[in-house]
């Protein structure tokens, strides 16, 4: 299996709190996220929200797609979000949000591998062509949340 250690950050000109609303709300994800063709819940999760599992179908700007389930391990709201992600991919993604200056600086961390034979097969070549594809889809998720909470994105560092 080919890993993957992916960072990225955004800078959000709204408060805190609606980010991390947007951000742990993912079942709307698909009205402003582009990309993201359907999200599904599977499991409801306790009275925390722990254990609530969604279903992911992705399109990447190459053509190929992703489908992978996130379950939720840990929370601290309005803060953290932390999942466990199976399915084609695997392993965990942690999401991070601090409010500073008027701005919501979101570091979302991915810590998977590929489980699909024809990806970890390719990995050796097309592994930039993924890291890329990757990278395409977060700043469509930027784009798309700063559209969603009409609050323009303010650059990726925080």
């Not at 992916?6 to 800078?11: D, I, K, N």
């Not at 961390?109 to 062509?129: G, H, I, K």
Request: glycine residues 10%.
């Amino acid at each position: 299996m080919a890993t993957y250690r992916l960072v990225t950050r955004w800078q959000i000109a709204a408060p805190q709190v609606a980010v991390y609303r947007a951000i742990s709300q993912s079942r709307y994800w698909p009205l402003w996220w582009r990309g993201l063709v359907d999200v599904r819940e599977l499991a409801a999760g306790n009275a925390r929200g722990i254990g609530r599992g969604y279903r992911y179908h992705w399109q990447s700007r190459l053509g190929y797609r992703l489908v992978f389930d996130v379950y939720l391990v840990r929370h601290y709201a309005p803060k953290v979000i932390v999942g466990k992600v199976c399915g084609d991919l695997e392993g965990w993604g942690c999401w991070q949000l601090r409010e500073r200056g008027g701005l919501t600086g979101v570091r979302h961390e991915w810590r998977v591998r590929t489980t699909r034979r024809w990806m970890n097969l390719a990995a050796p070549l097309a592994r930039p062509l993924f890291i890329w594809s990757h990278h395409a889809v977060m700043r469509d998720g930027a784009a798309g949340l700063a559209r969603w909470l009409n609050a323009p994105p303010c650059g990726s560092e925080w």
